[in-house]
């Protein structure tokens, strides 16, 4: 959610995904372009959502990065990153690939 009073464009994000042990199991590389091939620009109080998949090989597990924004202005550019805490992940079941049909 845009909290701020002028609009704000996603750049990048950065994303560790870790194990419920804490091991690392994949690292989005910092700062990789967009999120899931957009950059959204969102207007004060806007919200973006989007969906991704990674594999984990644990049960369970979390995520957490950061995304790197500009604020969108008459003049000049202002970068910043805003982060994001850590919240918990869970496996789903997948089906034997002979399974599917």
């Known amino acids: 959610?845009?909290?701020?009073?002028?609009p704000v464009k996603v750049l990048a994000r950065?994303?560790?995904i870790a194990g419920e042990d804490?091991?690392?199991?994949?690292?989005?590389?910092?700062?990789g372009a967009g999120v899931v091939g957009q950059t959204p620009v969102l207007q004060p109080s806007?919200?973006?959502e989007y969906a991704s998949g990674s594999t984990l090989?644990?049960?369970?597990?979390?995520i957490e990065g950061g995304l790197q924004m500009?604020?969108?202005k008459?003049?000049?550019?202002?970068?910043?990153?805003?982060?994001v805490d850590p919240?918990?992940?869970?496996?789903?079941p997948r089906a034997p690939m002979d399974a599917v049909a």
Do not use: C, D, M, Y
Request: charge should be positive; avoid cysteine; glycine fraction near 8%.
């Open 46 to 48: 806007a919200v973006f």
């Open 22 to 31: 804490g091991s690392v199991e994949t690292e989005v590389p910092k700062w």
């Open 74 to 83: 008459q003049r000049g550019r202002e970068i910043f990153e805003a982060l």
């Open 87 to 92: 919240f918990p992940l869970r496996a789903t």
């Open 1 to 6: 959610r845009n909290e701020g009073s002028v």
């Open 57 to 62: 090989t644990q049960p369970r597990g979390s």
């Open 70 to 72: 500009e604020r969108v």
């Open 14 to 16: 950065h994303w560790k």
